[in-house]
């Protein structure tokens, strides 16, 4: 089996590679890296304000004239009650101990990753991208109808089968299937229980049966050969991560990429500790010490705030004992891709496929 060419023609890509919108790691070099290759760029706007998006969109079109995707965060903002935060505290206290790092005020409110909100489509509304995606679920009603009616084509992942059914009933015009295999932040927002996640070999067939519109595997795909098994499987289109990391417009930093370079089939798992939501990353000395979920971990976004000193204080002795070190489970096979263009990187993708 081979991509649905009639989906790439509707989307306005020509290579069956979406690059995968990691936040922090990627943006607008990445993106017209991955365009003039044929894929579908996406730029990771959860960590960026407004101003940033429009400036990232403008180089970005500057640079090329093809289609790429803005893809945001639809998350509900936690409340919290002093409780909370102080079992979060007393949790790693122990390291502030072994460290010296000062503990980190308290502020109880969110930070880092915002949601989609109004402001932000007002960006999609100035930015009029060709494709808009989204995480842990849909906006809310009024603001997804202002994203339908501008006529952006609307992808969002789905962890399950109902999660799928749910956004192909909402109108969804594709489903990124993530297999557990994926690195960085599951796009679970139906589904709660991490120990039941399904792998991209057996959620893709499945959500492909399930729904009528576009399947897009996403979840350890490292080479052609993943590419090319997640045809069989039905998927219209692969989205790939971790291998981008690797290439010369990433944003990754030293301390992340010594850890990709090192990285195993093995070291990897689901982790809340640094978000406060299960996201696949590189086992490190904090996982390791208190494993990989905890149950005081502020809800997401927040369990990240505690951690700043104790992840300043590491990297500035060139240390990721702190650091999320998102990756997923065919990270190791990105290693040979390391310093190459992701234009290139998306040649060599789809070179053995033929197509």
């Keep these: 089996m081979w991509p649905n060419l009639e989906f790439l023609e509707s ?30 760029g996406s730029l ?24 790429f995707n803005l893809n945001f965060f639809c998350h509900r903002q936690p409340e919290v009650n002093p409780d909370q935060i102080e079992a979060w505290r ?8 072994e460290t010296g ?23 999609v509304e100035q930015a009029l991208p060709k494709v808009v995606s989204f995480h842990f679920g849909l906006p809310q009603d009024d603001l997804y109808d202002r994203v339908r009616a501008l006529g952006c084509r609307v992808l969002c992942s789905a962890t399950t089968v109902e999660e799928a059914v749910f956004l192909e009933s909402k109108g969804v015009d594709a489903i990124i299937a993530q297999g557990v295999e994926a690195g960085g932040h599951r796009g679970m927002f139906l589904e709660k229980d991490i120990s039941n996640q399904p792998g991209a070999l057996a ?24 590419i090319a098994a997640s045809f069989a499987l039905g998927a219209s289109c692969v989205q790939i991560g971790t291998l981008f990391l690797f290439c010369k417009e990433a944003l990754t930093t030293r301390l992340h990429l010594d850890a990709l370079n090192r990285i195993t089939d093995n070291n990897t798992v689901l982790t809340n500790l640094f978000t406060g939501r299960p996201a696949r990353g590189i086992i490190n000395y904090l996982i390791r010490e208190i ?47 390391l310093g190459l263009s992701a234009t290139d990187a998306v040649k060599k993708l789809i070179e053995p496929l033929s197509l």
């Design 11 to 40: 989307f306005g890509f020509e290579a069956p590679i979406i690059q995968a919108p990691m936040a922090g790691s990627t943006g607008s070099a990445m993106v017209v890296a991955v365009c003039r290759a044929g894929g579908l």
């Design 90 to 97: 007393n949790t790693l206290a122990r390291f502030h101990q």
């Design 44 to 67: 990771p706007c959860a960590l960026l304000d407004a101003g940033q998006i429009l400036e990232e969109v403008a180089i970005i079109r500057a640079h090329t004239d093809k289609p």
């Design 101 to 123: 790092a000062p503990r980190t005020p308290d502020t109880g409110t969110p930070s880092g990753r915002r949601p989609f909100d109004r402001e932000m489509c007002d960006v």
């Design 203 to 226: 959620l893709v067939p499945q959500i492909v049966d399930a729904v009528s519109v576009p399947v897009i595997a996403a979840g350890g795909i490292g080479d052609s050969r993943g």
């Design 291 to 337: 494993g990989p979920m905890n149950g005081s971990a502020l809800p997401f976004p927040l369990a990240g705030d505690a951690l700043a000193a104790l992840r300043a204080g590491a990297e500035a002795r060139s240390s990721s004992d702190f650091t999320p070190l998102w990756a997923g489970q065919a990270a190791s096979m990105g290693k040979p891709y």
